[in-house]
């Protein structure tokens, strides 16, 4: 069990040097906290810190950093995190206005939320077993052409032009729509192919040929879909920030160009406290996270986590306003995609 002092003499640690980006002594400690003892009561509670593993000396310095354990035991003794400030709510609700479909919608969002917390930010599509078919939508365009587009519950807008060969009827194109939203609106987007089964026999056999051609172009938009996707903004921060990783900030990047790994590593994650999940240093599995913290927040539509959002960035991070920015954003995101 850690005193309460030992705490608090961890939490000015931490927040001292994510400020200052220089290791912490006991004497500025004293100096910049109203601790109300001596320097040589707060080096005891040094020493017991790193006995703890809470804290370490990066070289032969009197000064001292947290470790990711130290890390870790800050953020879960976080009574509450910072409050994002009224300009940075403006600036979360006006970027959020005016978005045509989910591609908009999420471009705009991994955007803003580097632009807030100054980090690689990252965003997760929804993937197909979270997504249900909310219309379609099939337009002649011209001559043999027509317009297929496929949208879903979380607002993602899908088109594809089609080829049928020869000139279609208007009555067909307006019976095929209406069996096909009666079919499937409201259906799982993983049902649609199942559901589509010998939907063709229900036309005239002169008309069927045209049938399939649109189903095939459906199902192929809906096999876009199971594609897990990931989008990320704000890559150039890290490189700002490079003294922070030891040795080499190689492996963080590397890692980044692989979406299978962050894909995997926050669709693992869970809400913990504060309604978000953290991963500090070598809590993440990957080998080439070890230096880097991950903070990730679900999003949500009708009411069901739908994908995730988050940003990365070094464990020397501001943990108190990362947590509240990657929370207000989510919120913020259920909200538009639920207009």
């Known amino acids: 069990m850690i005193p309460e002092r030992s705490l608090e003499v961890l ?9 200052t980006k220089e290791p912490v002594g006991s004497k500025s ?43 870790r035991l800050f953020v879960d003794r976080l009574g509450e995190v910072k409050p994002l400030s009224p300009s940075e709510k403006a600036a979360i609700q006006n970027f959020m206005v ?13 955007r803003l939320l580097s ?8 965003v997760q599509y929804p993937t197909l077993g979270k997504s249900r078919v909310r219309n379609i939508e099939l337009i002649q365009a011209a001559d043999t052409r027509v317009l297929l587009i496929l949208i879903t519950d979380s607002g993602r807008i899908q088109q594809h032009v089609i080829e049928l ?65 990931i989008i990320l903004a704000g890559t150039a921060n890290l490189a700002r920030r490079e003294e922070d990783f030891p040795g080499s900030i190689s492996p963080v990047l ?21 309604g978000v ?31 995730k959002l988050g940003v990365l960035g070094p464990t020397r991070m501001d943990y108190s306003s990362n947590i509240s920015a990657v929370r207000a954003v989510a919120r913020y995101l259920t909200k538009a995609l639920g207009n």
């Open 29 to 71: 400690l004293v100096e910049r906290h109203q601790f109300g003892v001596s320097s040589a009561t707060i080096r005891n509670e040094m020493a017991m810190l790193e006995e703890e593993e809470l804290i370490h000396a990066p070289h032969t310095s009197a000064g001292r950093v947290p470790t990711d354990k130290g890390y």
């Open 115 to 122: 632009q807030l917390t100054n980090q690689v930010a990252m």
């Open 254 to 274: 590397e890692a980044i160009e692989e979406q299978v790994v962050l894909l995997k590593l926050i669709t693992e994650m869970q809400a913990e406290q504060h």
């Open 277 to 307: 999940s953290l991963r500090i240093g070598r809590e993440n599995d990957y080998e080439g996270l070890n230096n880097a913290s991950v903070v990730v927040s679900g999003y949500e539509n009708q009411g069901s986590e739908i994908a």
């Open 165 to 229: 060969n020869e000139v279609p009827d208007a009555n067909l194109i307006s019976e095929v729509r209406g069996k096909l939203n009666k079919l499937l609106s409201g259906s799982a987007l993983a049902e649609v192919g199942t559901l589509l089964e010998g939907f063709e026999d229900s036309f005239a056999p002169g008309a069927r040929a045209q049938i399939d051609l649109i189903t095939s172009s459906l199902l192929d938009q809906v096999d876009a879909n199971r594609q897990e996707k």
């Open 98 to 110: 005016g978005s045509a479909d989910l591609d908009e919608t999420l471009g705009r969002t991994v």
């Open 11 to 19: 939490r000015a640690i931490v927040q001292d040097y994510i400020q």
